[in-house]
T-cell receptor, first 110, second 115 residues
């Protein structure tokens, strides 16, 4: 079993929809929780990171962490065609590299 | 803002050949990470360096080696290439707190194709 499980998608939504992307993890020692966006044939781009349980908002993006259930989410409000990409959750445990989920491919239809 | 630079962007090699990938981190970043991403897969950690010393090691084959130089750039050397080595290779950098950080910034990647 992978340390980080991510809903594989693909996910197709109409423009303006609210998108929910989710991951679960198994190791309670994980400390930081990140979301990366990766366009086709490009490097992952750090979108947001959070440390504690709760919500963190940045524009149209909200990252949510529930450490008690080991569940992390990324919400995208008013989704745009330019949001079409693969979204990777990543988790960090001190002094180690990132552990990635398998990625969810999102397509926002105009 | 300056980003991570990787070269070359594309590389085609034959089986059993060698390849060298280069990574130039964001200025002032002292930690470099190498990841391998196969088709349709998530990035897998290979190796990392902090202040020119190896700081962590992941699933890097023995045929691969890497180092970080005094100007903090890093090179990944791959020998006896196999078809299964065809992948995107990403370099990431961070301002390390002792050799690792959650805030890693990725380069555009080198696409290696082994024929």
């Amino acid at each position: 079993q992978k340390e980080v499980e991510q809903d594989p998608g693909p996910l197709s939504v109409p423009e303006g929809a609210i998108v929910s992307l989710n991951c679960t993890y198994s190791n309670s020692a994980f400390q930081y929780f990140m979301w990366y966006r990766q366009y086709s044939r490009k490097g992952p781009e750090l979108l947001m990171y959070t440390y504690s349980s709760g919500n963190k908002e940045d524009g149209r993006f909200t990252a949510q962490v529930d450490k008690s259930s080991k569940y992390i989410s990324l919400f995208i409000r008013d989704s745009q065609p330019s949001d079409s990409a693969t979204y990777l959750c990543a988790i960090y445990m001190g002094r180690r590299a990132l552990t990635f989920g398998s990625g969810t491919r999102l397509q926002v239809q105009p | 803002a300056a980003g991570v630079i990787q070269s070359p962007r594309h590389l085609i090699k034959e089986k059993r050949e060698t390849a060298t990938l280069k990574c130039y981190p964001i200025p002032r970043h002292d930690t470099v990470y190498w990841y391998q991403q196969g088709p349709g897969q998530d990035p897998q950690f290979l190796i990392s360096f902090y202040e020119k010393m190896q700081s962590d090691k992941g699933s890097i084959p023995d045929r691969f080696s890497a180092q970080q130089f005094s100007d903090y750039h890093s090179e990944l050397n791959m020998s006896s290439l196999e078809l299964g080595d065809s992948a995107l290779y990403f370099c990431a950098s961070s301002l390390g707190s002792g050799g690792s950080s959650y805030e890693q910034y990725f380069g555009p990647g080198t696409r290696l194709t082994v024929t």
